[in-house]
């Protein structure tokens, strides 16, 4: 029989953590939150371009006196 790999949250399902275990499930919900933000960031960056170059596009079609 093969041995069953743990996952990252394996720790979670034991009925008493210990400190360095709870440091460590803490540290992996911190760097998905922390990906996920960054991910948003970057679609929140890319929407801010788009929005600005647009803006760039406006073409006054009558001369102002």
Avoid: A, C, H, P
Avoid at 24 to 45: A, G, H, P
Wanted: proline share 0%; charged share 40%.
């Amino acid at each position: 029989m093969s041995k069953k790999k743990n996952t990252d949250f394996y720790l979670l399902k034991k009925k008493s953590i210990s400190e360095g275990d709870l440091f460590v499930t803490d540290y992996i919900k911190t760097k998905n939150r922390l990906n996920k933000i960054s991910e948003d960031l970057e679609i929140l960056k890319l929407q801010l371009d788009t929005i600005q170059n647009e803006k760039k596009k406006v073409v006054k079609l009558f001369d102002e006196e």
